[in-house]
C-alpha cells in the first residue's frame, strides 16, 4: 500500500490548478535565463560523474524569483541549471535549488532571499552508488560555487558556475527544465519525482 499516494496527488492537482488559474507556473513564474559554462573540479566520490569528474559543460541557466514579488521584497530566488545530454537516456539533466538555510536541517527549508544565503535543492538526490546527497550553490560574486553535502556534514565546493550571455526574452520564457528526469548515477528522491511529473501532467491537461 502506497501511503504517500493521497499527499502526492493532492499536492500536485493544487499545483496544477494554480498554474492553469494563473496563466503560468504558480512558482518561478518570471525569470531570466542565460548560456553559461560550469568547470567540475574533479576528485569527488559522491558517486557520480558530474559531481565527482573534473570537465568543462556549457549550460543554460535560469534565476528566478519564487513568487514573483518585485525587487527588494524577500522572495525565495532558485537557481536552474541544464546539462544538455547528461540526462537519462541522453537528455538533458537539470539541477534546481533555492535559497534556503546553510546548515543540515535548515537546508531543507526554502527561505526568503537575502535570509537565505545558500541554495539548496531542498530534497536529496542519490547517486550511483546509493548515496544520499543534498545538491547546492552559493554566489560570489559573479558566478556561483556549486556544493554538494551528506544529509548531515557541512557543504564541499564540486565546481563552479559562471554566467554568459543573456537569452532572448522569449526564448526564456518558453524554458522548461525537467527536474524529475535526472541521470543514471543522480536522482531526486522518489517522492520529488511523483509529485512534480503529475503537476506537469495536470497543469498541460488545465491549461487553456
Given at each position: 500500500?502506497?501511503?504517500?499516494?493521497?499527499?502526492?496527488?493532492?499536492?500536485?492537482?493544487?499545483?496544477?490548478?494554480?498554474?492553469?488559474?494563473?496563466?503560468?507556473?504558480?512558482?518561478?513564474?518570471?525569470?531570466?535565463?542565460?548560456?553559461?559554462?560550469?568547470?567540475?573540479?574533479?576528485?569527488?566520490?559522491?558517486?557520480?560523474?558530474?559531481?565527482?569528474?573534473?570537465?568543462?559543460?556549457?549550460?543554460?541557466?535560469?534565476?528566478?524569483?519564487?513568487?514573483?514579488?518585485?525587487?527588494?521584497?524577500?522572495?525565495?530566488?532558485?537557481?536552474?541549471?541544464r546539462?544538455?545530454?547528461?540526462?537519462?537516456?541522453?537528455?538533458?539533466?537539470?539541477?534546481?535549488?533555492?535559497?534556503?538555510?546553510?546548515?543540515?536541517?535548515l537546508?531543507?527549508?526554502?527561505?526568503?532571499?537575502?535570509?537565505?544565503r545558500?541554495?539548496?535543492?531542498?530534497?536529496?538526490?542519490?547517486?550511483?552508488?546509493?548515496?544520499?546527497v543534498?545538491?547546492?550553490?552559493?554566489?560570489?560574486?559573479?558566478?556561483?560555487?556549486?556544493?554538494?553535502?551528506?544529509?548531515?556534514?557541512?557543504?564541499?565546493?564540486?565546481?563552479?558556475?559562471?554566467?554568459?550571455?543573456?537569452?532572448?526574452?522569449?526564448?526564456?520564457?518558453?524554458?522548461?527544465?525537467?527536474?524529475?528526469?535526472?541521470?543514471?548515477?543522480?536522482?531526486?528522491?522518489?517522492?520529488?519525482?511523483?509529485?512534480?511529473?503529475?503537476?506537469?501532467?495536470?497543469?498541460?491537461?488545465?491549461?487553456?
Amino acid at each position: 500500500m502506497d501511503l504517500l499516494a493521497l499527499p502526492r496527488a493532492v499536492t500536485a492537482s493544487a499545483l496544477a490548478l494554480g498554474t492553469a488559474v494563473r496563466g503560468a507556473r504558480v512558482f518561478h513564474p518570471r525569470g531570466q535565463a542565460s548560456a553559461g559554462t560550469v568547470l567540475t573540479d574533479g576528485g569527488g566520490s559522491w558517486g557520480a560523474r558530474l559531481l565527482d569528474e573534473a570537465d568543462r559543460h556549457d549550460v543554460v541557466v535560469r534565476v528566478s524569483r519564487a513568487v514573483g514579488l518585485p525587487a527588494p521584497l524577500p522572495d525565495v530566488v532558485g537557481l536552474a541549471v541544464r546539462f544538455g545530454g547528461l540526462g537519462k537516456d541522453g537528455g538533458p539533466l537539470d539541477l534546481l535549488v533555492n535559497t534556503a538555510g546553510g546548515p543540515p536541517g535548515l537546508r531543507h527549508l526554502f527561505l526568503p532571499a537575502p535570509i537565505g544565503r545558500t541554495f539548496s535543492s531542498v530534497l536529496p538526490h542519490r547517486t550511483g552508488t546509493g548515496r544520499t546527497v543534498m545538491l547546492g550553490a552559493r554566489s560570489d560574486g559573479d558566478g556561483w560555487e556549486l556544493l554538494a553535502a551528506p544529509l548531515a556534514g557541512g557543504w564541499t565546493r564540486w565546481g563552479r558556475l559562471t554566467l554568459g550571455a543573456a537569452l532572448p526574452d522569449a526564448e526564456s520564457e518558453e524554458l522548461r527544465f525537467l527536474p524529475t528526469l535526472g541521470a543514471d548515477d543522480l536522482q531526486p528522491v522518489a517522492l520529488f519525482r511523483a509529485v512534480r511529473d503529475l503537476s506537469y501532467r495536470e497543469s498541460q491537461a488545465l491549461r487553456p
